[in-house]
């Protein structure tokens, strides 16, 4: 019978977005393989690279982080096939991978100081020929690692000695599964060949075995508590997924098989001792099964789950000591979603919670931070229970307590820190003095290292604070264990003291931490555009766009947008802006000769066309869109015929400020630079590209050029100077194209790719650094399509269209870590074949607000999109909205000037309209007095008189209708009879 439990009513809860961890790229291919682990202090998460790379995120840090990235672990060459936090130091992690090898990666003490990525690791297990698939950490016992490998061998380290202590090669297939019982004596192992053992890693034996789950899947194993039944999941031949309970005493046979569904992805199961309470969540589920396990593990009743709406990519449970102790969380698990982290908090419900004494019976005693012994104990043969701990200390109500890691309660007591010097002890004692010691305790240091201070006792009153029937750990009570020498080795282990200082050693700074949540949502007038499509009757419908080999499929200048046609002799149609509605059947086109692979039209001159064949000709149109339509005659004589490339044109744009200057590229791998009143080329960049450039894109004085290659390259040139790049930088690693755009006048350029795992990202990078990478750099999504981005050097808002989408993403880039903002999105049901925008000096509508104004096209129409601000004083110029702009009625230079070396005047226009007034001159709007409205009520209660009146006039006329009956009787003759009187 199921016993009554405190636990039975656990809730579960994914905490509100505030608290999640975003803005992460975690590997998209990593498997079967851990992909986040959860100490204390930290969050790692297996993060998206060719080579094993960590994503480290101090736990207190949700919300928006002040950079972009996290600080990276360049751990291993091979990808990461697992890793754990020590369970007696929050900063010591152990990762393995499928190059063979298990490293020890030493984090700082104060998260604060994380702004470095690693790539040296303190230590580097070897011995296996094959992938490291599993490691443990021993739960009693320092520096003790134990790893499954493919080559079918269980092993244990004493990662101090650097050194292996003990194998075990018993299995026919890859080891998917470890786990160490309650005072680690024995290992549970399960593998690929579908059995179950348990094995006395020291004594090289396996204790038993039995046949497992029988599905072809990996399994996964953890301990029941501190007894002798421990769980494993997997899968069953019907590919049903499955747990089971089995007896290390006998394992002929399972305790409990349990049936639980068919979905596909691998279990893990997650126990948590001190409440008995199993949770179990496979990959790619949404949801995370709750049970509670009692009588020894020979019951187990499912509880209340908790269900979302985003599919995990794995899970893990934070240390009972990180939990929000006086809101009764007595668990936190945090799931790994597509790009980011999100904590599900489990609770008890309670009404009175305010102090440590109304929450004590939902926090037993709990594993400590000090180990029971040491290495060579274990391997001398020694065994020993966990140490236990008391909570009361961490007894706080904010979802983040206000100490830093450092400073958070710990009961370790036994370690050394390399980092710490007498000075830096002694500085720090007296301002840490009060503060408690940091749950990042190291395991007892070597005795031979004495280059650390001697540290004083701790008071009485935190030696003896917790209470009797739990061991404790303050440096009075329990003294450094010694540890046997390492030789040569230099400690590297000792990270920050937790032990053998006292609380005060700290000297790293605190971080503070308020618990008030993050501001997520910046303050931005652009947070709010509104995006819309006109009226269908303002479209242009019955189009036969032919966008599958053009490189550009629409450009647009203030009197018509030009579209590649369907048809033979590479057709383009040009048509007017005014003339919406349905096209008729014949639309006149131009008969470029060969298929279009590019076209642009001029900035400055309305009536001009390039366009880029695949024949390697660029061809100069000089159009009259009304004239083609009442002619109903296609155009086939061009106005030049410029030659120069030997293979199909890939990219051809009029220069942004000189005029009549065209740039093309072709798959010749050259960038020529044309003067058009001359009809000739005049500059030429040959040798160095070395695939086919993707974009051309130009500074704000239009001197400097940039240009994006497959060759996974982005070089800047100055033409004018030569044909070398003025610098070149590797960008994105995906195989397809990338295109870049400058953000002018911010000397920075922003470039859109893919990267080596096929998701499109952006990069930011700052052409005066570029050997320091880019800026920031994320993940945008998983779709396929080319993105082709638009920047608004007015007000800073970056529209980024991809071919294929239905979508405009739009984002904000500033000054500022993080620089790049996310700010909202055009979003439509029909996918786009290309995005173009009108010129924003001569179409946007000012006085209803409109920052942009774009043309989306898809196969057979072409729909208008408005980008408005919502304003409530519309009749006033918005100047915020509105800043100077460039005036694009003539160039600010001719060709001749720029190839000479000029340098050009860049003119700017105002766009307010004749009789608007600046808002920011605008009087301050009236406010309107508050209307006080009194309505008399009276009372419908009668006063004393009122009352006392109306019952005296309810008396009297009851007398006056009395004598007015008996008169009138008299008057009739009624009445006795005189003989009745007798």
């Known amino acids: 019978m199921f016993k009554a439990s405190k636990y039975k009513h656990i809730v579960g809860k994914v905490q509100k977005r505030e608290l999640w961890y975003p803005d992460l790229r975690p590997n998209p291919s990593s498997g079967d393989a851990t992909t986040i682990k959860s100490s204390a202090g930290y969050v790692a998460v297996n993060w998206q690279s060719a080579s094993g790379v960590l994503g480290v995120v101090p736990l207190s840090m949700v919300g928006k982080r002040p950079k972009s990235d996290p600080t990276l672990i360049h751990a291993h060459a091979g990808q990461l096939t697992d890793f754990d936090f020590s369970p007696f130091d929050d900063s010591l992690l152990a990762t393995s991978s499928d190059d063979a090898t298990a490293k020890l990666w030493r984090l700082p003490s104060d998260p604060a100081a994380l702004d470095t990525n690693l790539t040296s690791p303190l230590v580097t297990l070897s011995g296996p020929k094959k992938s490291i698939e599993v490691i443990a950490w021993h739960p009693t016992a320092s520096y003790v690692l134990a790893g499954g490998t493919v080559d079918r061998t269980v092993r244990v380290w004493d990662v101090e000695a650097s050194a292996e202590r003990g194998a075990v090669a018993s299995f026919a297939e890859t080891v998917t599964g470890l786990a160490w019982n309650y005072d680690g004596s024995v290992l549970a192992a399960v593998s690929k060949d579908k059995k179950v053992r348990t094995i006395d890693i020291r004594g090289s034996n396996v204790l038993q075995e039995a046949e497992g789950h029988q599905g072809l899947k990996s399994s996964r194993v953890t301990w029941l508590g501190s007894g002798v039944r421990f769980l494993t999941t997997g899968f069953s031949k019907t590919r049903e997924r499955q747990y089971a309970v089995w007896d290390m005493r006998d394992l002929s046979k399972p305790l409990k098989m349990t049936t639980l569904d068919s979905s596909t992805g691998v279990i893990t199961p997650l126990f948590d001792i001190d409440t008995n309470v199993l949770f179990l969540a496979g990959q790619g589920d949404s949801s995370v099964k709750v049970y509670e396990v009692q009588d020894s593990a020979a019951i187990i009743q499912e509880l209340s789950g908790v269900q979302s709406d985003t599919p995990q990519r794995g899970i893990c449970m934070i240390p009972k000591r990180a939990c929000t102790i006086l809101e009764c969380e007595v668990a936190r698990l945090l799931r790994l979603v597509n790009n980011a982290v999100s904590p599900i908090s489990f609770t008890v419900p309670r009404k009175m919670k305010s102090s440590w004494h109304d929450v004590s019976e939902l926090f037993p005693p709990t594993a400590s931070t000090e180990p029971a012994m040491s290495a060579s104990d274990y391997f001398g043969g020694k065994d020993a229970q ?427 880039i500033e000054d500022e870590d993080p620089y790049v903002h996310y700010l909202t999105e055009f979003s439509s049901s029909t996918p786009q074949m290309g995005v173009c925008p009108l010129p924003k000096s001569k179409v946007v509508d000012v006085k209803a607000c409109e920052i942009g104004r774009f043309l989306k096209v898809t196969d057979s129409s072409c729909e208008p999109i408005q980008m408005t601000v919502p304003r409530t004083r519309t009749e006033f110029f918005q100047d915020d909205l509105y800043p100077p702009t460039r005036d694009m009625s003539s160039a600010s230079i001719d060709s001749q000037g720029w190839f000479a070396g000029g340098t050009p005047q860049i003119t700017l226009k105002s766009l307010q309209p004749e009789g608007m007034t600046p808002l920011s001159l605008a009087p301050a709007p009236a406010k309107k007095a508050p209307t006080a409205f009194q309505v008399a009520m009276a009372d419908p209660t009668p006063s004393k008189e009122q009352v006392l009146s109306k019952f005296h006039e309810t008396i009297v006329g009851r007398f006056k209708e009395d004598d007015s009956v008996a008169s009138q009787a008299v008057m009739d003759g009624e009445g006795a009879d005189d003989d009745e009187w007798a």
């Open 386 to 812: 966990p140490k236990q701990m008391n909570l009361e200390k961490y007894a706080v109500s904010t979802y983040f307590s206000t100490l830093s890691v450092n400073e958070l309660p710990s009961s370790s007591s036994s370690g050394s820190s390399m980092s710490s010097t007498p000075a830096s002890s002694s500085s720090s004692s007296s301002s840490s003095s009060s503060s408690a010691p940091s749950p990042a305790a190291s395991s007892p240091s070597p005795a031979h290292v004495t280059s650390q201070p001697t540290p004083s006792p701790a008071p009485a009153s935190q030696a003896t604070s917790a209470p009797a029937a739990v061991a404790s750990s303050s440096p009075a009570a329990s003294p450094s264990v010694p540890h046997a020498s390492m030789g040569g080795f230099s400690n590297p282990f000792s990270g920050p003291s937790s032990g053998t200082s006292s609380p005060s050693s700290s000297s790293s700074p605190s971080v503070s931490r308020s618990g008030v949540v993050p501001k997520v949502v910046r303050s931005s007038k652009f947070r709010h555009i509104v995006s819309k499509a006109v009226q269908r009757t303002k479209c242009y419908d019955n189009l036969k766009v032919q966008g599958s080999q053009s490189n550009t499929v629409v450009a647009a200048n203030a009197s018509f947008f030009v579209v590649p046609w369907v048809g033979t002799g590479g057709p383009i149609a040009v048509i007017p802006l005014g003339m919406t509605g349905r096209l008729p059947s014949a639309v006149p086109c131009i008969e470029t000769g060969s298929q279009v692979m590019d076209f642009d039209v001029s900035p400055f001159h309305d009536e001009l066309i390039a366009t880029g064949g695949e024949d390697a000709h660029i061809k100069i149109w000089r159009v009259n869109p009304q004239g083609y339509f009442s002619e109903k005659k296609n155009v086939t004589a061009c106005d030049a015929d410029l030659q120069g490339h030997t293979r199909k044109l890939n990219t051809v744009n009029f220069h942004p400020v000189a005029d009549h200057v065209l740039v093309s590229s072709g798959a010749d791998q050259t960038v020529r630079l044309w003067d058009l009143t001359q009809g000739a080329e005049v500059l030429a960049i040959k040798d160095q590209h070395k695939d086919a450039v993707a974009s051309v894109s130009w500074d704000a004085q239009g001197a400097l050029m940039a240009t994006t290659c497959k060759d996974k390259m982005l070089r800047v040139f100055d033409p004018r100077s030569g044909p070398q790049p003025v610098w070149e930088v590797l960008s994105h690693g995906g195989s397809k194209g990338s295109k870049a755009v400058w953000i002018n006048p911010k000397q920075r350029i922003f470039t859109v790719g893919f990267g080596k795992s096929s998701e499109r990202e952006y990069m930011l990078w700052d052409a005066r650094n570029t050997g320091a990478g880019p800026i920031t750099t994320r993940s945008i999504d998983q779709l396929s399509g080319v993105i082709t981005p638009f920047y608004d050097e007015d007000i800073g808002v970056m529209y980024l269209a991809g071919k294929g989408d239905g979508s405009i993403k739009m984002l904000e």
